[in-house]
């Protein structure tokens, strides 16, 4: 089965600046997606940006990228120019693509806060 | 409508009780998926559909625990004889189809139902 983990339970970054949150995962398949997802306080999951693992560029959308490092099993956010509405719960998660239907796997979720 | 809709959005509930929970998917999505999400907890896989079938129930954590789906649309989750463990926000996504295409496959999540058990 596969697990992904997030090792930082909260984290801060002041506004403009750039802020990193920590996913690793593990697996045994080769062919798989990851995601990141925001959750404000609405509750509702968001989708902030996704990776192919067999693409080898790391995935970009806008102020938000990824550092896919597949060797290291590790899937990591950058958020730069940081707003105050960056301000939510983020999950990574994981999918298969050798399972039809297969579910998302979450991490724990990073609790990041932007400061004035 | 636009969205995956959760009703309700919230619910009280006395330890024992049954509740429903309900989620319309986006018109035209085959693949339904229900999650828990316990406080300050990661989302954890209840059951997913593919039309009205559930090839997948296997993160249903007890036979308190029922999920049906209708017409191939809306969908309720169902607890039985609620516990103080069951409160949580349950959520629902729905996805285009279930298969290893990504345009295909993206989730989108409803608001949630958040349940509490007293």
């Known amino acids: 089965a596969q697990t992904v983990t997030q090792s930082q339970p909260e984290m801060s970054v002041q506004e403009a600046e750039t802020v990193t949150l920590s996913c690793t995962y593990d697996?045994?398949?080769?062919?798989?997606?990851l995601f990141w997802y925001k959750q404000p306080p609405s509750r509702q999951m968001i989708l902030v940006i996704r990776?192919?693992?067999?693409?080898?560029q790391n995935a970009t959308e806008n102020r938000f990228s990824v550092n896919f490092q597949k060797a290291a099993k590790s899937f990591s956010l950058k958020i730069s120019d940081s707003q105050l509405g960056d301000a939510a719960m983020y999950f990574c998660?994981?999918?298969?693509?050798?399972?039809?239907?297969?579910?998302?796997?979450f991490g724990e979720g990073t609790q990041l806060t932007v400061n004035p | 409508g636009a969205g995956v809709s959760q009703s309700p959005s919230n619910k009280v509930t006395e330890k024992g009780k049954d509740v429903e929970l309900r989620c319309d998917p986006i018109?035209?999505?085959?693949?339904l998926y229900w999650y828990r999400q316990s406080l300050g907890q990661g989302l954890e896989f209840l059951i997913y559909?593919?039309?009205?079938?559930?090839?997948?129930k296997s993160g249903l954590p007890s036979d308190r625990f029922s999920a049906e789906r209708t017409g191939g649309s809306v969908s309720t989750l169902t607890i039985q004889r609620t516990q103080q463990e069951d409160s949580a926000v349950y959520l629902c996504?729905?996805?285009?189809?279930?298969?290893?295409?990504?345009?295909?496959?993206?989730?989108?999540f409803g608001q949630g139902t958040r349940l509490t058990v007293v």
């Open positions: 018109s035209g999505h085959t693949a």
């Open positions: 990776q192919e693992a067999y693409k080898q």
């Open positions: 996504a729905s996805s285009l189809r279930a298969g290893t295409g990504t345009l295909n496959t993206e989730a989108f």
């Open positions: 998660a994981y999918r298969s693509k050798e399972t039809s239907g297969s579910r998302l796997t």
């Open positions: 697996t045994s398949e080769s062919d798989y997606y």
């Open positions: 559909f593919q039309g009205n079938s559930a090839p997948d």
